[in-house]
């Protein structure tokens, strides 16, 4: 069976959701295109967008900890800097590549969670820092995709008996065709589509952000304790380095080194 991409998602603000993409340009060395480029901070959080420095994930708002942000939709234009966010029964257009833009997505955010005055969210972007959870291990992981295996997901929900969706876990890539959780076993091994080289540099262990249902906004899976109860460990797909740029696409065909 071949090994082939089935989805490419790309997070532009850490903690959100993501947008699919039907191909993308992977450059040497750098990570997924326009991938948590953006993060909505809390207050006090210390990050300095003049001085970038990685930051834990809980200085900023996120599933783990917000599980209600799964239900609002974001879109961004890149080229435009247009970010739209939409909630069931509200849609905002912001340019965030404004100072201005960025504040009022931030007050919206804030309407949105009903936090207090007390606690304004504010959206930073420091290009090229990535707000991406691994980012405190090192500028190399800041800038490494995340690979999710679909038959490892597939795998995961027999076990347990309850449907999984793969989006529970933020992938940027999503692969079919690999032996479940052999993946976790590639450290160190390399993977190409077309031109692109990635090299496989880490597993990936998951946090209470996976327990959060999409569709719903709750929390109805334990997700963490249910991996390490059927496998002895908590992790779920991989991240890899991009090693030769290249361009990916749906449906493109996966070889292992």
Same mark, same amino acid.
């Not at 959701?17 to 006090?44: C, E, I, M, Y």
């Not at 003049?50 to 708002?61: E, I, R």
């Not at 291990?137 to 995961?156: G, P």
């Not at 597993?203 to 059927?230: I, Q």
């Given at each position: 069976?071949?090994?082939?991409?089935?989805? #490419?998602?790309?997070?532009?603000?850490?903690?959100?959701?993501? *947008?699919?993409?039907?191909?993308?340009?992977?450059?040497?060395? *750098?990570? =997924?295109?326009?991938?948590?480029?953006?993060?909505? /901070?809390?207050?006090?959080?210390?990050?300095?967008?003049?001085?970038?420095?990685?930051?834990?994930?809980?200085?900023?708002?996120?599933?783990?900890?917000? &599980?209600? #942000?799964?239900?609002? +939709?974001?879109?961004?234009?890149?080229?435009?800097?247009?970010?739209?966010?939409?909630?069931?029964?509200?849609?905002?257009?912001?340019?965030?590549?404004?100072?201005?833009?960025?504040? $009022?997505?931030?007050? =919206?955010?804030?309407?949105?969670?009903? %936090?207090?005055?007390?606690?304004?969210? *504010? #959206?930073? $972007? &420091?290009?090229?820092?990535? =707000?991406? +959870?691994?980012?405190?291990?090192?500028?190399?992981?800041?800038?490494?995709?995340?690979? !999710?295996?679909?038959?490892?997901?597939?795998? =995961?929900?027999?076990?347990?008996?309850?449907?999984?969706?793969?989006?529970?876990?933020?992938?940027?890539?999503? %692969?079919?065709? %690999?032996?479940?959780?052999?993946?976790? +076993?590639?450290?160190? *091994?390399? !993977?190409?589509?077309?031109?692109?080289?990635?090299?496989?540099?880490?597993?990936?262990?998951?946090?209470?952000?996976?327990?959060?249902?999409?569709?719903?906004? $709750?929390?109805?899976?334990?997700?963490?304790? #249910?991996?390490? @109860?059927?496998?002895?460990?908590?992790?779920?797909?991989?991240? /890899? @380095?991009?090693?030769?740029?290249?361009?990916?696409?749906?449906?493109?065909?996966?070889?292992?080194?």
């Amino acid at each position: 069976m071949a090994i082939k991409i089935e989805a #490419l998602t790309r997070f532009p603000i850490k903690g959100l959701s993501g *947008q699919l993409l039907d191909s993308v340009t992977l450059a040497t060395g *750098q990570g =997924f295109p326009s991938d948590r480029k953006f993060g909505f /901070a809390r207050p006090n959080s210390g990050f300095d967008p003049a001085n970038p420095k990685p930051l834990p994930k809980g200085k900023f708002y996120m599933l783990a900890r917000d &599980a209600s #942000l799964a239900l609002l +939709d974001t879109e961004y234009d890149e080229d435009t800097g247009i970010l739209v966010l939409t909630a069931a029964d509200i849609s905002a257009c912001f340019d965030i590549s404004t100072d201005a833009g960025k504040q $009022e997505a931030s007050q =919206f955010l804030k309407a949105y969670l009903a %936090l207090p005055d007390e606690e304004s969210p *504010q #959206l930073f $972007e &420091a290009s090229p820092h990535r =707000f991406t +959870d691994v980012s405190v291990d090192s500028v190399e992981m800041m800038n490494a995709v995340s690979i !999710i295996n679909q038959d490892s997901v597939e795998a =995961f929900e027999k076990a347990i008996g309850q449907a999984v969706d793969p989006r529970r876990f933020r992938g940027n890539v999503q %692969l079919s065709g %690999l032996s479940p959780f052999s993946e976790l +076993d590639m450290v160190g *091994q390399e !993977i190409t589509v077309g031109s692109a080289r990635l090299k496989i540099v880490r597993r990936t262990r998951r946090c209470p952000a996976t327990e959060v249902n999409l569709e719903t906004g $709750e929390r109805d899976m334990k997700t963490p304790r #249910l991996l390490r @109860e059927h496998y002895s460990h908590m992790d779920m797909g991989v991240y /890899a @380095e991009v090693v030769q740029g290249g361009v990916l696409s749906v449906g493109s065909v996966v070889e292992l080194a």
